[in-house]
């Protein structure tokens, strides 16, 4: 299966695989929000076949629970049963993406970037950062800063740009610089 980069978690000691795409035995792809936990990579056991998530959904683990991030919001302590926290999230599952940073929830859509402290309530800290409206970019929390990197403008279309600029905030998406501006490797769609 194709997957988004965040669509796996480690949660309650376990692996979960969270959603995906998949092609069928005439290449037509389609989606899948089945759930699937393994405690040691080998073994896997499905616990739920379709959750209410969109498969391109973000997803993290964050106040003891796995959240999935669509144009809702979902948690589930177990994988089979998700719990609807939030209905109309002010962002596009498809150009979203969230990471916890610094005990906080943050949000990247397009070039808003969003915090939250519960998952439902989200104010915007930026609403026009530097970089061009993209999607499926990576967005990751490492040593105290936010790094957003990649994705692709006008995916499925003939005027398609994949995009390999990196971008770091240190003061938790509120300000950004550009980290790199030399192409150091061929742009990225979903880079993980």
Do not use: C
């Amino acid at each position: 299966r194709d997957n988004s980069p965040n669509s796996i978690l480690v949660y309650n000691g376990a692996m979960w695989m969270l959603s995906g795409e998949t092609r069928d035995e005439n290449g037509i792809w389609y989606t899948l929000t089945d759930v699937w936990k393994s405690e040691n990579g080998i073994h896997w056991e499905l616990v739920n076949e379709q959750a209410p998530y969109k498969h391109i959904s973000s997803f993290v683990v964050y106040e003891n629970q796995m959240w999935a991030f669509d144009e809702n919001a979902y948690t589930s302590n177990d994988g089979a049963s998700w719990n609807l926290q939030s209905g109309g999230v002010p962002f596009e599952s498809f150009k979203t993406r969230v990471v916890v940073h610094n005990g906080e929830l943050i949000n990247v859509t397009k070039n808003r970037v969003y915090r939250s402290l519960n998952g439902t309530d989200w104010d915007i800290i930026n609403s026009n950062a530097p970089w061009s409206d993209r999607q499926l970019p990576r967005l990751v929390s490492f040593k105290g800063k936010l790094w957003f990197i990649g994705g692709v403008q006008n995916y499925g279309t003939a005027a398609v740009e994949v995009l390999n600029d990196i971008w770091q905030s240190g003061d938790g998406g509120v300000t950004w610089t550009q980290a790199h501006t030399s192409n150091i490797w061929p742009g990225r769609i979903w880079p993980t």
